[in-house]
C-alpha cells in the first residue's frame, strides 16, 4: 500500500495556481505530473488559448470506464483589497482553506484525483478510470470540455459513465446531486421606433413603449408548469436600455434582453420560435421593426435515475449519512455536453462561496468528498 493522496494538500496546490480563465496557472501540469506517475497516459488537448488533460488508466477502449469531469480555470477575484487572505494563497483558517476556486471546483478535481490515484495503484480495477479536465468552464466553454470530447470521438476513447465534480449541495454535504440541468438561452431585442420631440408623441413613434408591450407579454406568459423532474421554466428580463440621457426625446432605438431557463418541455428552436412570434406580433401592432439575436449555452436533459444515480447516491449515504436529493436545478455545467456521451450525473461541495470574495472549502468536507468518490469507484468496478 502506497501512502494515501491528501486531497487537501493537492487543492491547495491547485489553488496556488493563478489558473483565471483561460490562463493554465500550472494547474494542469501539476494534475499531469501526479497522474503520470501513478500510470495513467496523459494527453494534452489543447484548442485555441485553451488548455485541457485528458488522462486514462487502463486499457483503451474497455467495455467499463468509469470518467470524472472537472475544471481548473477560476473566476477573477474581483476586488483583491475586500479579500482577508491571499485569493491564491491557499490559506488554512478554522477548518476552511481559503481561495479563488477552492469550491469551484479546484477541490472537487483534487478529492477525485487523489481517489483515483489511490484506487488503481491499491486495487487495480478490471477496466479504465478517464479523468477529462478543463480549463475553459467559467468561459466561453467552446474549447474546453467540447474539445475534448471531440478528441476522444476522433481518437476512439470513450466513458461508459461520468460524473462532473461541480458543487452540488446548497447548504449541507451531501444533500443534492444532479441528475440533469435545465436548458439556457438569451435572448436579445432591438426595437426601432421614430426619434421625436417629447412634446409631440404623436409625430414619433416610441420604441420604449413598443418594447415594454413587448418584455410585459413575454414575463407574463406562463411556459409551462413543470414536468417529472425539472421545476416549471423561468423567463427572467435582465435589462432593458436605451442609452437616452435626455428628458425631451423619445429616442429612435430601445433593447432589452431576456433569459430563459427552460425544461425538458421545450427545445431552444421551439422557444426561439415563440420568441419570434411575440416579435412579430408586436412589431405588427405598433409599426416598429423589432430584430431579435438569440444565443443558446445548452439544451435542458436529464439523466433518468437508474444505475449510475444509486451508485452515487449510495456511495454519498455511505460516507455522510445523508441520502442526496435527485435535482435539476441550478445554472449550466459541462454536464450538458457529456450527457451526448454517456450516462452523467453530478456530485461535489456544498457550493455556498463559489465566485464570492474570501471563496473557501471546510477541510473535512474535501476528505469526506475523496472517500464518496473512492466509494463510486469501488463499487462500480466491483
Known sequence: MTRPIDPVDLTAQLVRCASVTPVEGGALTTLQALLE???????????????????????????????????????????EGAWTMDPFGAEIKDGYLYGRGSTDMKSGVAAFAAAAVDFVINTPP??????????DEEGVAIDGTVALLDWMEAE??????????????????????????RGSMTAYFTVKGVQGHAAYPHRALNPVSVMARLVDRLASHVLDEGTDHFDASTLAVV????????NNVIPAECKATVNIR?????TSDSLIDWLRGEADKIAAESGATVDMVTQVSGESFVTPPGELSALVAKSVEGETGVVPEMSTSGGTSDARFVKNHCPVVEFGLVGKTMHQVDER????????????????????FA
Request: with cysteine.
Open 37 to 79: 506517475g501513478a500510470g495513467f497516459e496523459c494527453t494534452r488537448v489543447d484548442r485555441g488559448e485553451v488548455s485541457n488533460l485528458y488522462a486514462r488508466w487502463g486499457n483503451k477502449g474497455h467495455a467499463r470506464s468509469f470518467g470524472f469531469n472537472g475544471h481548473t480555470d477560476v473566476v477573477p477575484v474581483g476586488d
Open 126 to 135: 478490471d477496466g479504465a478510470v478517464i479523468m477529462a479536465i478543463t480549463g
Open 156 to 181: 476512439g476513447e470513450a466513458m461508459t459513465a461520468c460524473l462532473v465534480g461541480e458543487p452540488t449541495c446548497p447548504n449541507e454535504m451531501g444533500e443534492m446531486m444532479k441528475i440533469g440541468r
Open 239 to 246: 435589462t432593458i436600455d436605451t442609452g437616452n440621457g435626455a
Open 262 to 266: 427552460f425544461n425538458d418541455d421545450h
Open 361 to 380: 472549502v471546510m477541510v473535512e468536507q474535501v476528505h469526506q468528498l475523496k472517500g464518496i468518490y473512492t466509494r463510486i469507484l469501488r463499487d462500480y
